[in-house]
């Protein structure tokens, strides 16, 4: 008996995530096609299909995935604004993108809102990838090494209440707390580059009075409404490294609603670097590290 591999359309733009979604689903036996974002630089194996989107022409791309009887889409990966010659768009594609076109300017909820509803009009199922791999996010509990205790859950709470204040805000998914001041806030350059920030103000702190200032917390999760579907707060090895440079205590994420890219690998990073890393529900009063 021939076992039929489930279809699904990976929308792909760039980032770590993307590839190991990529090789992991390939793993699990579905038959991928692979639809590449103008912004994605991933390399696609030779074996793989794939697909090159155009956003000019977007309404062939879709013709395609019905055409290889695919429902189920993803979208992954990190996706930048999209760069539309509205000159190039053909017939087709202005009517699937005429609720987008209004709202490019606008926040990323509304835009994504928008296009999920533009999928949906097509008559696409967009599942989300840690449905498909639920190992990319963490249930509450904390992890790593080093124990929480009353004063760090004190700050966290407060970091949390903080933290839901600026994620109606529509402007970014994380910001670092220490001793009930706000050291960082993440904007449209993403989460590292808030880091990066905190790492190039010390080091200069520290050339000047040869004072090290290290602490902090690492706040990520989702903003109020997030489209969850199609853009899921992510953190990966790279983030937990650049924490460890920015001499922060540790991280608090939010449970089952932030992909960790390689879970395995970042839990081993946080215990060499003797660091935190609690998983909670911020919508729960009453939660526990």
């Given amino acids: 008996m021939v076992i039929k591999k489930k279809k699904i359309g990976l929308i792909i733009g760039s980032g770590e995530l993307a590839t190991y979604c990529m090789e992991h689903l390939v793993l699990l036996g579905y038959e991928t096609t692979i639809v590449s974002l103008p912004c994605s630089k991933i390399k696609i194996k030779k074996n793989l299909d794939r697909i090159d989107l155009k956003y000019e022409e977007i309404n062939e791309t879709f013709s395609l995935l019905k055409q290889r009887k695919i429902n189920d889409i993803a979208l992954i990966g990190y996706m930048e604004r999209p760069a539309i010659d509205l000159s190039k768009v053909n017939y087709g594609s202005q009517k699937l993108l005429s609720n987008v076109f209004p709202i490019l300017n606008k926040g990323d909820g509304e835009i994504f809102s928008a296009v999920t509803q533009m999928f949906a009009n097509q008559n696409f199922k967009l599942v989300k990838v840690q449905d498909l791999l639920p190992e990319l996010t963490l249930d509450a509990g904390t992890y790593g090494s080093s124990p929480i205790g009353k004063k760090v859950l004190k700050e966290i709470k407060a970091g949390v209440k903080i933290f839901l204040n600026y994620a109606g805000l529509d402007i970014g998914q994380s910001l670092i707390i220490q001793n009930g001041h706000c050291l960082g806030l993440e904007t449209i ?58 001499k922060l205590n540790g991280l608090v994420i939010e449970s089952n609603k932030v992909i960790l890219v390689n879970r395995d690998l970042i839990i081993d990073k946080l215990q060499s670097y003797n660091m935190f890393l609690s998983s909670i529900n911020f919508l729960d009063k009453d939660f526990k590290c």
């Fill in 189 to 246: 350059t993403g989460t590292d580059e808030m880091i990066r920030a905190i790492i190039n103000l010390r080091e200069r702190i520290n050339k000047r009075s040869k004072e090290i200032i290290s602490g902090g917390i690492l706040i990520k999760g989702s903003k109020p409404g997030q489209v969850l579907d199609i853009d899921t707060p992510v953190i990966g090895p790279d983030t937990i490294k650049l924490a460890k440079k920015a």
